[in-house]
């Protein structure tokens, strides 16, 4: 959270299109925020602004979803030499464990609720109050539903060991493979298994760690808003923002995480898509 990153000239943080509510969200919320233009996206004009995946109609989401399925179960078929070989690699070069394993966020359909037995009084079978401070799970899920996500592992098997941290250019925690996986996106792979089980899509907001969601929502506004949608191995903010991880470039992954909220379409989905494939071959990852 550390890097401090020059900030460019401000430029329009929308492409040109016509005045409509979700629009002017975007613009509300990306006040202040150096956000660059995204031409290339197609500006859906809405009557009122998307709030999270049930607005998307059940049409679209089905459409979505059966997108999802035939993609991962293509790619899984296709790339499984690659992830074989991979999987070797991983376990030559470095000691531990081929398939790294961590606690993500995923969709929140849920608004933020109040806890009526804070207006009301403790129960009096709570009188005693036999619960672990911490341990209430309604108040968990507020954030999103958590889910294991999977990935090749880059990392050190002692890379946190001094607590949760974000990666950075040039981590020296990264191992010498994982360089090349990271920056290429082959680390990725394994999480086709998250997409087939419904747990992310291929197009969303890139999935945060719980340890971060607290301290980011209190310091980006509206930043929970971005749990409509499933996240995503891929997105806008993956695709135009990369990897950043100062306080700024959490700022602009959210202002594009919910200008994609609200343009999300088919037609868009494949325009991600296509551009994520040119990020992988000209080897823009971190």
Not at 34 to 51: F, G, Y
Not at 147 to 156: A, D, G
Not at 162 to 189: C, H, M, W, Y
Not at 256 to 270: H, K
């Amino acid at each position: 959270m550390s890097t401090q990153l020059q900030e460019p000239p401000r430029v329009n943080p929308v492409a040109p299109a016509p005045e409509n509510n979700s629009l002017r969200d975007i613009e509300r919320f990306a006040e202040g925020v150096s956000l660059p233009p995204v031409p290339w996206l197609t500006q859906l004009s809405l009557d009122q602004p998307r709030v999270n995946v049930h607005c998307l109609g059940s049409f679209r989401s089905t459409v979505k979803r059966l997108a999802d399925i035939v993609i991962a179960v293509t790619m899984l078929v296709l790339l499984s030499p690659l992830m074989l070989l991979t999987a070797i690699l991983v376990k030559l070069t470095s000691p531990g464990p081929i398939i790294f394993k961590q606690t993500r966020v995923g969709l929140n359909l849920r608004g933020k609720v109040s806890d009526r037995r804070l207006e009301n009084g403790p129960h009096p079978e709570e009188s005693g109050d036999r619960r672990v401070p911490g341990s209430d799970r309604r108040v968990e899920q507020n954030y999103g539903r958590l889910f294991t996500l999977y990935k090749f592992r880059t990392m050190r098997i002692d890379a946190e060991k001094n607590g949760a941290q974000f990666a950075v250019a040039g981590d020296s925690r990264v191992t010498p493979i994982g360089r090349f996986l990271r920056k290429s996106r082959i680390d990725e792979l394994p999480q086709l298994w998250n997409v087939l089980k419904g747990e992310m899509a291929f197009v969303g907001p890139r999935p945060e760690r719980p340890e971060f969601i607290e301290m980011l929502s209190r310091e980006i506004p509206d930043y929970l808003r971005r749990l409509g949608l499933k996240p995503g191995l891929t997105g806008v903010a993956q695709i135009v923002n990369g990897y950043d991880n100062d306080i700024e470039g959490f700022r602009r992954k959210v202002a594009f995480d919910l200008q994609y909220l609200q343009n999300c379409c088919l037609r868009n989905d494949l325009k991600i898509l296509l551009r994520t494939v040119s990020v992988v071959v000209l080897g823009k990852g971190q």
